[in-house]
């Protein structure tokens, strides 16, 4: 017969501030600078955490927009292009995969731009 001990009282603990981070890759390799590429250039974006709260935390990507300021700033104009976890055109922009058992995820997707902006 096993004998269990119970805990009376609290027990706190803490995790750690989840820092998430973006990553641009361009024919396998990371950019780290600017980048000016035709609409069309095949890119992924990588999303992950820290290495210290990646243990701790899972992720998800259920929505993403991308917003265009015009240059007098009068107008802007966005774009949501993952909604509910699902791509809403998957030729741009990819649903997002993970590869690593979760710590990151990324998503291929072609270069675009709004009809209306540079």
């Known amino acids: 017969m096993r004998e269990i001990d119970f805990i009376d009282g609290n027990i706190t603990a803490r995790a750690p501030y989840p820092d998430l981070n973006i990553k641009i890759r361009r024919n396998g390799q990371f950019v780290d600078t600017a980048l000016n590429v035709q609409p069309g250039t095949p890119l992924e974006m990588i999303v ?5 709260s990646r243990h701790v935390y899972g992720l998800l990507v259920s929505f993403l927009k991308v917003t265009a300021i015009s240059n ?12 509910n976890g699902c791509s ?8 997002f995969e993970t590869l690593d058992g979760g710590d990151s995820l990324s998503a291929k997707f072609r270069a ?4 209306e902006s540079n």
């Open 112 to 115: 675009f731009k709004f009809p």
């Open 48 to 52: 992950y955490l820290d290495d210290e």
């Open 72 to 83: 007098n700033n009068n107008n802007t104009q966005e774009e949501v292009i993952i909604l």
């Open 88 to 95: 809403i055109d998957p030729y741009i922009f990819g649903n």
